[in-house]
């Protein structure tokens, strides 16, 4: 059964950083999409970077590009978000997702709907 684990989450004041962790269980990690969303209250939920882990392309919402960084460490079927320069508009509860075996465009569109598997979310707090 496929598992995500996010962790990472918490409060910080602007212009911090945090890194989210999402580790994977139950699946063999390559040649997947994995996506970053959060949703905030009252909003839609919105996607954030996605990485193919095939080949480690990337992409990344417009809001965050600059800021936000999605990396992979194969070796722990493990994806992280390195968010910097964190703003009060990023708080947000954040998602990890997996589309196991996704075409490679999957993960240039971040859209939430083609994701199989959600982690349980951990927020993120940005205080002005």
């Known amino acids: 059964q496929v598992q995500l684990v996010e962790s990472g989450g918490g409060s910080v004041q602007a212009g911090g950083s945090l890194r989210l962790s999402c580790a994977a269980f139950?699946?063999?990690?390559?040649?997947?999409?994995m996506g970053w969303f959060r949703q905030a209250p009252g909003k839609e939920r919105e996607g954030v970077a996605a990485?193919?882990?095939?080949?480690?392309?990337?992409s990344y919402a417009d809001s965050v590009k600059g800021r936000f960084t999605i990396s992979q460490d194969n070796a722990k079927n493990t994806v992280y978000l390195q968010m910097n320069s964190l703003k009060p508009e990023d708080t947000a509860m954040y998602y990890c997702?997996?589309?196991?075996?996704?075409?490679?465009?999957?993960?240039?569109?971040?859209?939430?709907?083609?994701?199989?598997?959600w982690g349980q979310g951990t927020q993120v707090t940005v205080s002005s």
């Open positions: 997702a997996a589309y196991p075996w996704c075409p490679k465009v999957v993960a240039g569109r971040l859209d939430w709907g083609e994701y199989n598997y």
């Open positions: 990485i193919y882990t095939g080949g480690g392309s990337t």
């Open positions: 139950g699946y063999t990690y390559s040649s997947n999409c």
